[in-house]
């Protein structure tokens, strides 16, 4: 891989088979995963991508939808900068959840996180929930808002693209004060590989956990 001017961190959470795993592959391999089981804690993949000639590295944790697994993944929001909050657009049950994560990102996320309200499964024919609804929720609650289809990749590149166009304005803008928040953000690193890339941001996560712990005891 080659050089980076920023390593983001993106979580992907939602409900179990909204199609989280499948959206990532597709960013990641331009194909939708092959098998349908349900993601068992978390998976993380790595891109770069080209921002008007700067190379951010993306780092994306795919979670599990399960509420097994809600505490675990608990612990990877606080060291996340952009949230990708995935619904199945033929099912109102998953837009409905969507409350439940966002209440989970407010508790748990940084401050400075950036969150884009994914509708998945626009490929399909019969929909639940109309773009209307799922837009105006992302209004509501300063949420980008992106339509996507894992299955076909329609939009999915897009949708990275827009979510870290957006965390690099607030750099730019100092909304994202590199200077005293850093939480989802490596800055320039050039000579690590990838997975010594990964182990820094695993090291960040048991370090906050550590804290919660010790917070805990007090």
């Not at 109102?92 to 407010?106: A, C, D, L, P």
């Not at 607030?170 to 320039?188: P, W, Y």
Request: hydrophobic share 35%.
């Amino acid at each position: 891989m080659s050089a980076y001017k920023y390593l983001f961190k993106f979580i992907v959470i939602g409900d179990s088979y909204v199609g989280k795993s499948c959206l990532v592959q597709q960013f990641l391999h331009d194909r939708p995963r092959q098998e349908h089981e349900a993601t068992v804690g978390i998976e993380f993949g790595i891109k770069d991508i080209n921002i008007c000639g700067s190379i951010i590295r993306l780092s994306i944790w795919d979670t599990a939808g399960q509420e097994t697994f809600r505490s675990l993944i608990r612990a990877y929001y606080r060291s996340a900068i952009g949230v990708l909050l995935c619904y199945d657009c033929s099912s109102m049950q998953s837009f409905n959840g969507i409350e439940k994560w966002v209440q989970e990102v407010k508790n748990n996320g940084n401050e400075n996180v950036v969150i884009a309200l994914v509708c998945n499964k626009i490929d399909l024919q019969e929909r639940q929930v109309s773009s209307i609804q799922g837009r105006q929720y992302a209004v509501d609650h300063n949420f980008l808002y992106v339509e996507v289809s894992a299955l076909n990749g329609v939009g999915v590149q897009q949708l990275f693209r827009d979510l870290t166009h957006e965390i690099l304005k607030r750099i730019d803008n100092a909304i994202i004060d590199l200077d005293k928040h850093q939480q989802g953000i490596v800055v320039g690193q050039i000579n690590l590989s990838p997975t010594k890339q990964i182990i820094t941001l695993e090291q960040e996560d048991s370090q906050q956990q550590k804290n919660q712990k010790k917070k805990s005891c007090c």
